[in-house]
């Protein structure tokens, strides 16, 4: 039997507890020894902020709030200059590791200058997995396991949290730390109303800060209280115990050369003669059009994006089983092959882009073809990094780069003001060619008022006019909601007059692909 061990946080002598049988096996058993008093300060105070910040209607700074309340509270708990002596968890974030808690910050606050919800939808999604990453670090060997080894983590964790406050409620510190927090929400209960019936603007300030406890509210905050709790333990969990890793599997070929070289070559092969025969096409844009009797500028954009695209993926797949069984023996053979593919794939890359891109040119901008767009340049830096690592002949981790690779491309997307970027594309074609989609613009957010005032009326009020009711005359959702682009928004339509839609006499026309 283990030895006892002193645990100076906890103020006890305890044995260590084996854990519970998990499904992850032996790699992952989970921590010996309770949660300590710290981790369960700290995941209280962050469930009780984030219960305070999460916006409960409309998305806004309160997620960028929620998110550094989370950074703070990891480092808090697992940094090793901010850890007492006696603290329980063993492992610590690691500085390289962190560079992922600065881009988790940085995406939550998309949620406080975009008003597009499909973008901050995204952008929150990526924000967990950078955050779990952090925490996770290289403790596992698959990236998407690290990015959500925090939520598992919190999934894991109701057991060995019990055990914690069954440690506190046997420990008179213990009772004591939880008598002096009832005391403070007494006196504050006070004296609060007091100083709120005093100053009406205090008063105002008060009433957004603090709750409401009504019957509808209080399951809100109660969950908004378990998410912000749960982020907290589940990487107290995780760096309590972090997983051992399993060793990288031996990289031995059972392949000749030959064997995994000739379905390379013959590709290879193949995407080479595709490039000579089609290379006035691929890059012709508009002289092809023009010189190929009855080919519209649809046609030769729709007739092979979706087919390069799929090339393209399929291309991304085979090159990373190739340089899992290329043997390390023939090294020249390895760069040639599979540099050769990676390098005529990303000529197949662009060609896609300039179809694609042309398509937006003739037929407007939309905010589907413009992710599209972006997916193929994302497949692209994908192909980079694999041809630098087949030249190099350093196999990397392709997932975790893809995964680097896909968040910067999302912040690119928040700094770019997609909905805005549509907005105005549109309106500079309008004013070139006189076609315009007016129901497509008016169904955007908020990001895209600033571009469509610029258009003559009664094409302006048609585009503002189902925004403004979207928008309506005041944010709801008190500070946590407060938006950037919302804001402006408002502004820009107070000062603006939105007059009657009239369609019928402004002579536009709805943009077709035809």
Not at 28 to 34: D, E, F, I, R, S
Not at 59 to 65: I, K, P, Y
Not at 249 to 268: D, I, K, N, Q, Y
Request: contains cysteine; glycine residues 12%.
């Amino acid at each position: 039997m283990s030895a006892p061990v002193r645990s100076a946080e906890l103020g006890m002598v305890h044995g260590p507890v084996p854990p519970p049988v998990s499904v992850f096996g032996k790699h992952w058993p989970g921590p010996l020894l309770p949660p300590s008093r710290r981790l369960l300060g700290v995941a209280a105070a962050t469930g009780v902020g984030a219960a305070v910040a999460i916006p409960d209607g409309r998305d806004g700074v309160g997620w960028l709030v929620t998110g550094l309340l989370l950074v703070g509270a990891v480092l808090a708990i697992g940094w090793r200059p901010l850890r007492p002596p006696g603290e329980l968890l063993p492992h610590r974030v690691a500085v390289v590791e962190t560079a992922w808690m600065p881009v988790a910050v940085a995406l939550s606050g998309v949620a406080a200058v975009r008003d597009a919800g499909w973008l901050v939808g995204f952008c929150m999604l990526a924000a967990c997995a950078a955050g779990s990453l952090a925490v996770a670090g290289r403790s596992f060997r698959s990236v998407v396991r690290g990015a959500v080894a925090v939520p598992l983590g919190a999934l894991r964790s109701p057991l060995w949290v019990g055990r914690g406050l069954r440690a506190m409620r046997r420990t008179t510190g213990g009772l004591r730390l939880v008598a002096s927090l009832l005391v403070g929400l007494g006196l504050l209960a006070v004296f609060g109303p007091l100083l709120a019936s005093a100053d009406p603007a205090f008063g105002e300030v008060l009433a957004g800060l603090v709750p409401t406890l009504d019957g509808g509210a209080v399951p809100g905050w109660v969950v908004r209280f378990g998410l912000g709790a749960a982020g907290v333990v589940g990487a107290g969990f995780l760096l309590a115990a972090p997983p051992t890793a399993p060793p990288p599997p031996e990289r031995v070929s059972r392949l000749r050369t030959v064997e995994w070289g000739l379905p390379v070559g013959l590709l290879a092969g193949l995407f080479a003669l595709y490039v000579a025969t089609t290379l006035p096409s691929l890059f012709g844009l508009d002289a092809h059009v023009r010189d190929t009797s009855g080919l519209t500028y649809a046609e030769y954009a729709r007739s092979g994006f979706w087919q390069l695209l799929a090339v393209t993926v399929l291309s991304l797949l085979v090159i990373v089983l190739g340089s899992r069984w290329a043997s390390p023996a023939a090294p020249l053979w390895t760069r040639g092959l599979l540099g050769a593919l990676a390098g005529l794939t990303l000529v197949i890359v662009a060609s896609a882009l300039t179809r694609i891109w042309l398509y937006q040119q003739v037929y407007g901008f939309t905010l589907l073809r413009l992710l599209v767009l972006t997916c193929e340049l994302w497949l692209g830096a994908g192909f980079v990094m694999m041809l630098v690592s087949v030249l190099r002949l350093r196999p990397v981790r392709y997932a975790r780069g893809m995964l680097a690779a896909g968040i910067g491309a999302l912040l690119a997307l928040a700094v770019l003001d997609p909905e805005r970027f549509v907005a105005e594309h549109n309106v500079d074609r309008y004013a070139a060619t006189g076609r315009i989609d007016v129901e497509y613009l008016s169904g955007l957010s908020a990001d895209a008022v600033p571009a469509l005032q610029r258009l003559p009326e009664p094409l302006r009020s048609c585009a503002l006019a189902p925004i403004a009711a979207r928008l309506g005359p005041v944010e709801e959702g008190g500070w946590r909601s407060t938006n950037l682009s919302r804001a402006g928004a408002r502004a820009d339509l107070a000062a603006a007059t939105i007059g009657t839609c009239r369609m019928a006499s402004s002579g536009s026309s709805r943009a077709t692909d035809d």
